[in-house]
């Protein structure tokens, strides 16, 4: 038995898993060849440390080299040059001073250099240089208040004044609480009748202020000229197309979101009008020169301004309406501020909403109660009426009189409709034809000579022309398509006709080119886009001037953008 498995392990002998596979170096065994062993292990330790020493040379060398190349990058040093070589090199220096040589010549044969240099050459000079516009109230740096130390109360338990057998400490219904905003609001503001001077910009010297005050003073009186939008559409396209746009010419004007603008119709200089989603009234003097580049701003609501005009009979007062249920109007002759039509104290929250000049003394002021007030600017604030055009509606958005026949007017509500409403005829509670929009309109606007056709800006992403016949019904035209979904950031599109035409009209637009666009009534695309280097965000809000080539344009942080 044991010669059997002698012989089985010596069939199959034992390998381990380290030397499986590896030849082992055979030396020569016994006494006699031991001097011979001793000199071959010598001979491997001399290899190994020329070995070694060559490999420290190499890199010694590939150091120098590299250290070399800094310099050979610069315009002074020729790539094609070899450097020198020592005799004495071995041959895997060499390859690596070779391969050096041949990256080197490849770097310098693409010419990235020069190619660097006609890429800039290439670029406009606006695109280098893209800065955004610090002019206007840019410049004023704010202020940061300390933040307000915290005195933590130990927690009161509330107890009922009814099982306590105690009267309510509750005040009666009719007195209403001032809260803490509303007293700062009326702090921050002018009161009716007081001087604007005080409530100018902080950065502004009492010496500007009054140059500026006596400038605007010297400016309302408009002279007499003809329109330079009268005459064919082509030529007013063209003059149109000429506009341009420039660093000069934008300006941050008040401190928030633009939700109104107006252009005062001087013949000789450009006064931009501007209010915000604060309340603040902007007045922008686009070529005068000083520490805010002509720009200025107080606060003269408690809320946002979603309308505002100049007055079309007194070109020195502008009118503002207000979501604080006021309507204002600031006189730039005596420079001050005066109450038109203000809501009950009782009745505050019935917000403002629009405002539309029927003449010289009558207004319609639009609420978000669904009434219509007809304010006599000639009578206190207070003495005005509302009626109740449209009780089945919870807000009357826009409001619009007619610009001829003056005892009509329309309005827009919250449902999409459009109603026609006769003055003489209130009482019987009803309009004389409606129009319905599968979404709520954001403007309207009348033809500016017939008043024939109405513009409608819808949510449906649609731009609607709209025919009055006989002043009994309306009939759809034209529309086109138009993305209105300005969304929560940006101010609602709002159409608007060209002074003095029928055929064409300016809009905002979402467009990533950031224009402002120019269509022709029954057209299917824009036929102007005006656009610039320097308007760099999306204008909303668009005006024109009355008389003369300039259009403006809005965007949500309060700068302007002045087309001329």
């Known amino acids: 038995m044991p010669s059997t498995l002698r012989a089985q392990r010596s069939a199959h002998p034992k390998t381990s898993p380290i030397s499986h596979g590896i030849k082992k170096k055979k030396f020569p065994s016994g006494k006699s060849n031991e001097k011979t062993r001793k000199n071959q292990l010598d001979e491997i330790k001399v290899k190994l440390e020329m070995e070694e020493e060559e490999t420290k040379m190499a890199a010694r060398s590939y150091l120098d080299m590299s250290s070399s190349t800094t310099s050979i990058s610069s315009s ?277 909403t629009w405002h539309s000049q029927v003449d010289a003394n009558l207004l319609l002021v639009s609420a978000g109660t669904g009434d219509v007030t007809f304010v006599d600017m000639r009578e206190a604030p207070s003495s005005a009426k509302s009626n109740k055009l449209d009780p089945m509606s919870k807000s009357i958005k826009v409001v619009a009189a007619h610009p001829t026949a003056t005892q009509y007017s329309v309005t827009s509500n919250n449902m999409g409709e459009v109603k026609l409403w006769d003055h003489r005829k209130l009482n019987h509670k009803s309009a004389v034809c409606c129009f319905k929009h599968p979404r709520s309109a954001s403007s309207i606007r009348f033809s500016p000579n017939t008043g024939n056709t109405l513009l409608t800006t819808c949510h449906d992403d649609k731009i609607r022309l709209i025919q009055l016949e006989n002043f009994s019904a309306f009939k759809e035209e034209w529309s086109v398509e138009h993305n209105n979904q300005t969304g929560r950031w940006l101010t609602t599109h709002k159409a608007d006709f060209m002074p003095g035409r029928e055929d064409s009209f300016v809009v905002g637009s979402l467009n990533p080119e950031r224009i402002i666009e120019v269509w022709r009534t029954g057209g299917s695309s824009p036929v102007v886009a005006l656009k610039g280097d320097a308007m760099t965000t999306f204008s909303s809000t668009v005006c024109c001037h009355p008389s003369r080539f300039v259009v403006a344009g809005g965007n949500s942080s309060g700068k302007c953008h002045v087309f001329r």
């Open 76 to 352: 002074t040093t020729d790539l094609s040059t070899t450097p020198p070589t020592p005799s004495n090199m071995s041959e895997y220096e060499l390859k690596i001073q070779q391969n050096i040589q041949k990256r080197l010549e490849i770097l310098s044969s693409l010419k990235l250099e020069e190619a660097k240099e006609n890429l800039f050459e290439l670029l406009p000079s606006s695109k280098l240089s893209a800065t955004v516009s610090e002019r206007g109230l840019s410049r004023m740096k704010r202020k940061r208040s300390p933040r307000p130390v915290v005195c933590r109360s130990p927690v009161v338990q509330r107890r009922s004044q009814r099982l306590l057998q105690k009267p309510p400490d509750t005040p009666p219904k009719d007195y209403i609480i001032p809260t803490a905003s509303d007293l700062q609001d009326h702090r921050e503001r002018p009161a009716a009748g007081e001087k604007i001077i005080h409530y100018l910009n902080e950065k502004l010297n009492e010496n500007e202020c009054s140059e500026m005050l006596a400038y605007c003073q010297s400016v309302t009186e408009v002279p007499s000229s003809s329109p330079n939008w009268i005459g064919s559409l082509q030529e007013v396209l063209h003059n149109v197309k000429q506009l341009v746009v420039t660093q000069d010419t934008v300006a941050k004007v008040v401190p928030k979101r633009i939700t109104c603008m107006a252009l005062h119709p001087s013949n000789s200089d450009d006064i931009l009008f501007v209010g915000d989603k604060e309340g603040y009234l902007g007045i922008w003097l686009v070529d005068r020169s000083d520490s805010t580049d002509g720009a200025w701003s107080f606060r003269i609501h408690g809320s946002g301004i979603p309308c505002m005009s100049v007055d079309s009979f007194s070109s020195g007062r502008v009118i503002t309406t207000s979501y604080d249920g006021s309507t204002r109007a600031t006189d730039l002759q005596r420079l001050v501020v005066d109450d038109v039509y203000s809501r009950p104290q009782e009745r505050r929250q019935d917000y403002l």
